[in-house]
């Protein structure tokens, strides 16, 4: 039983991921070498100021940066929400 496992099974699985590995490391480089070199620009990050002060987020009470966070003004006062999510919790509450 334990011979039919290893012989039948697991060496053919073996051999298929390294000739697989193998092979797609072989092409890989092939195309990369006949392509001319593309410059990848880096995605594009939002403009979120990073640091600052923290506000608490009063649904979740998570901390989030004053530039990060979705807002919302309630009786004249200015909160913080992690999440657009989190603010419309707290408008339905």
Known sequence: MLRYL???????LLVFALLRSFFRGMF???????RPAQQAQPPSQPNVVVGGELKKDPVCGTY?????????TVDGQLLHFC???CRDKYRAA
């Open 6 to 12: 290893i012989v039948d099974i697991l060496l053919p």
């Open 28 to 34: 890989r480089s092939k195309r990369e070498v006949s």
């Open 64 to 72: 989030v940066s004053i530039g990060a966070s979705v807002t919302r």
């Open 83 to 85: 999440s657009k999510e």
